[in-house]
Structure formats: structure tokens, C-alpha cells
């Protein structure tokens, strides 16, 4: 399974705030043991999709210069209601503090209008060659994995916008 | 050993409560309702309860804040909200608590709108010294 | 992708503490995602992983009879990365339970390093949840769950000669 837990970028404010989608389906095989008969997105991976969108601020921000975006904090976070197979979740994250090395977010998870998840992240961002510098390729590497992944993501960046136009 | 002034109370309370809801401590006053206020959910009342258990070394039930057999008494209770009999044996068994909004519309899920943090602080404070004599 | 994010309880007391360990591999596809290059354990699977473990702790100190689901995540600290080929450790333990709800803290370690610290508030949802159609059965307690806490009481089948 691929481990991306946004589908769409729906509003970037840079450095400030992201809305992104999460659209639920049944293919997703994991939903077999989570749980049989009552399939429901796994609180987690609500988790997973509000700090993917809050990495998605700082990549954006920092023009992809830390190669590694990782939670190094999650502090209540609730949850209030379940996301069933052929919903979509809204997720909501604003920018409370955002330097080099780390940052923090105030994260939503929203379903037809209605709030169910929250919490409060901290992010790690780091390079591999701040460490040892024979990964500056590997950074390299995960720099353009992660450009790509943000073009498919965000229409709202030009290069989307040229292949709309053809 | 002396129970611990209101203001002692207070200011474990209130930490309590910024641990939990990740608000600021200038949040947290006396009259801040948990749940319209601090945005509590439910499930972070069940936190704050352990919480505080843990912080004062005493046993909170939640019959002594949302006491079942009042809410769920059809004698109290019609189409999910509680009649003056209701409302009268609620203020009997929850003192401290701020009814007057709940008043106007009393909706047995909204119980939780009741309490405030000088409710907490009152309960706690009463707790304690019932565990003195 | 399966949802089980341990292998194996090496201690499990009942109504106390519960140690399981979860060997992480390049087999995992999800490692590939995160992040292709440089694949790291990400940290929200380590919490299930601790949410599972310290879940089953809390199900079967009320032998079962509740739906017992993660519904709030006080604290999850990360203080280092987990790669393939590495062993980690849930160590989790009971610090509340009632009717309504369970707390439980515990620590993720690998070998001796301390990767995490993780702090969970369980719901007991049939009593919580009002409004919401549950299915009766327990669907949270899953053969494969109880197979694995089988494996640890019971463990004499793992010993057969060939």
C-alpha cells in the first residue's frame, strides 16, 4: 500500500496554513482487520494524514531543503467520530511556529463540515547530510521523490497548471 | 497533614487542564466553562478525571459528575431532556455546578456544559476535606 | 497490508503490563513510501503499534467485553529513527480503568535506546458513543489479536520438532 494519506491539496497559505483532503475507500486492505464488519479509517492514520499536510507547509516553505519531515511530537489528540469507507476527510493544518530545524501545528480533521480529530504536532525537519555527508545524494534523491509527490498533489502549482492547459 | 488551600487546588486544576486541552494557563480561569470555553471533549473529561485522581490521590466516579440514574430516569427525563424534577435532583446531586445556561435548554447530552473550572475546584475541594473527618 | 503492527508478546501480566515486539522489514511495503530513499518507521504506525498492544492489555482486564478503541493520544514523543533489520519493543502499562475508560503509558525501545514515549486514553465505546450503530460482536478483538496473546499463554505448540 502506498503510504500517502492525503490525496489533494485543496488551499496552501505558504508557511501558514494547508487544507487537504483524505477520500476513504474500501479497496484500502487494511480496513479488513480495522474492522471486520465495521471498516473505518484507523485513528492513526487520521494522524498520519494531518502531519503529512503540516510537512507539506514546511517542504513548501523551505523550498524542500530538509529531506526528512518527521512527527516528533503529537499532544492530545482526540477523537470524536469515525471516517466509513466513501468519505472524504478534510484536514486542516495552521502554523504555529516554523523554523529550520522544527515547527508546530494546530491540526483539524474535519467530515462534512463536522470536526472529528484534533491535536497539536511538532515536526522534525532534518537533512542526512548534517549527519554524515556521503547521503547528500540519498537527500538529493528524496528531494525530487518529494517535488514530484507535491506537483500531483497541490493543482495549484504551475506546473499542473501546464498540463491542464494541453 | 493540612488540606491544601482552594488556591493550592486551583493551581493543579488549572494545570491539569493546560496539560490536557493544550490551552494557555490565561485560559483557564475560575469561570471558564471545560467544554464551550477549553473545548473539551468527552473523552478529555475522562483524561481530566484520571488526571486529577492522580494529581490529589483521591477516587473520582463518574456517577458523582454525570450521575446515570438521574439522566437516564424516565420519571426525569423526557425526549433527552430533563423535566423540573430532573433538574431539581441533578442541582441536589451536583453541586458547585453552573446550571443557568443548562436551564434554558436542558439536554441530557450537553451535561458536560455545566461545569466550569471553579466547579472542579469546588468538588475537589469538598472531597478533600470529607476525607479529613 | 495487514493491521497488526506487533509479531509477538514477550510478557504479558493481566491487569498490569505487557511487553510485544515488532520486527520491521523491507517487505513492509508502507516502508517504501516513507521515504523511498531513506525508509524510517513512520511514527504514527509505532503508535498503533503501542495503541495494539496496550489495547489488548486494557480488553483483557475486562475479559473482552468491551470495545475497547484509542480515542485520545495524550503524548507521543519520538526521539529516534527506527530503520529496517531493527527490533522494537511496546512496553506499555495499565494506569486507570474503569466502566468508561482506560489510561495506559508506556515506551517504545529498541535494544536499549529509547525511541518513544507514548500515553493513551482508551474509550470503552458501547458505553460512550451515543447514536452510533455497532455491530454486537466485539469485531475489535480479531482472531488474529487473540491468536497472539494464544502464542504467549500457550506457547508449547511453537515447540514441535520437524
Known amino acids: ?166 | 497533614m493540612a488540606a491544601p488551600s482552594r488556591q493550592e487546588i486551583f493551581k493543579k486544576v488549572q494545570q491539569a487542564l493546560v496539560d490536557a486541552l493544550s490551552v494557555e494557563e490565561n485560559e483557564v480561569t475560575e469561570e471558564a466553562t471545560l467544554t464551550r470555553d477549553l473545548q473539551a471533549e468527552s473523552i478529555d473529561i475522562l483524561d481530566i478525571v484520571f488526571r486529577l485522581e492522580k494529581a490529589f490521590n483521591i477516587k473520582i466516579s463518574q456517577e458523582e459528575l454525570t450521575p446515570r440514574d438521574i439522566l437516564s430516569n424516565p420519571e426525569y427525563v423526557n425526549n433527552r431532556k430533563l423535566n423540573a424534577a430532573g433538574l431539581a435532583a441533578l442541582k441536589q446531586r451536583v453541586k458547585h455546578a453552573d446550571f443557568s445556561k443548562f436551564e434554558q435548554d436542558p439536554d441530557i447530552d450537553k451535561i458536560l456544559d455545566v461545569f466550569t473550572v471553579g466547579t472542579i475546584v469546588s468538588f475537589i475541594e469538598e472531597k478533600l476535606a470529607a476525607s479529613q473527618s | 497490508m495487514r493491521w497488526i503492527w506487533f509479531d509477538r508478546f514477550t510478557e504479558f501480566v493481566p491487569g498490569e503490563r505487557a511487553v510485544a515486539v515488532k520486527n520491521v522489514t523491507l517487505a513492509e511495503d508502507h516502508l517504501h513510501d516513507h521515504f523511498g530513499a531513506f525508509p524510517v518507521m513512520p511514527a504514527s504506525l509505532m503508535i498503533e503499534g503501542m495503541a495494539q498492544t496496550a489495547g489488548i492489555l486494557v480488553g483483557q482486564a475486562r475479559n473482552f467485553t468491551e470495545k475497547v478503541i484509542l480515542a485520545k493520544i495524550k503524548r507521543a514523543a519520538f526521539h529516534r529513527l527506527v530503520r529496517p533489520g531493527q527490533q522494537i519493543r511496546f512496553e506499555a502499562r495499565i494506569e486507570h480503568l474503569t466502566d468508561a475508560a482506560a489510561s495506559t503509558r508506556g515506551e517504545i525501545r529498541c535494544g536499549n535506546d529509547l525511541i518513544a514515549e507514548v500515553e493513551l486514553v482508551f474509550s470503552h465505546i458501547d458505553q460512550n458513543i451515543s447514536g452510533l450503530e455497532f455491530p454486537d460482536e466485539n469485531f475489535v478483538f480479531t482472531e488474529e489479536f487473540m491468536a497472539l496473546l494464544k502464542t504467549y499463554t500457550q506457547p508449547a505448540a511453537e515447540n514441535i520438532p520437524l
Open chain 1, 1 to 166: 500500500m502506498k503510504f500517502v494519506l492525503i490525496d489533494r491539496i485543496v488551499e496552501l497559505e505558504s508557511g501558514r496554513r494547508i487544507v487537504a483532503e483524505k477520500a476513504l475507500s474500501l479497496a484500502e486492505e487494511y480496513l479488513a482487520d480495522h474492522f471486520p464488519r465495521f471498516p473505518v479509517l484507523p485513528g492513526v492514520l487520521m494522524l498520519e494524514a494531518m502531519v503529512q499536510a503540516a510537512a507539506w507547509v514546511v517542504r513548501e516553505r523551505l523550498d524542500f531543503a530538509p529531506s526528512l519531515v518527521l512527527l516528533k511530537e503529537a499532544r492530545n489528540v482526540t477523537y470524536k467520530s469515525f471516517v466509513a469507507p466513501g468519505q472524504v476527510l478534510t484536514v486542516e493544518a495552521e502554523c504555529l511556529e516554523l523554523t529550520q530545524r522544527e515547527s508546530t501545528f494546530a491540526a483539524r480533521g474535519h467530515l462534512a463540515g463536522r470536526e472529528i480529530v484534533k491535536g497539536r504536532l511538532v515536526l522534525r525537519h532534518l537533512t542526512l547530510a548534517e549527519y554524515d555527508a556521503g547521503w547528500a545524494d540519498t537527500d538529493e534523491r528524496l528531494r525530487t521523490e518529494q517535488r514530484a509527490r507535491f506537483a500531483l498533489l497541490w493543482k495549484g502549482c504551475p506546473a499542473a497548471a501546464d498540463r491542464a492547459a494541453v
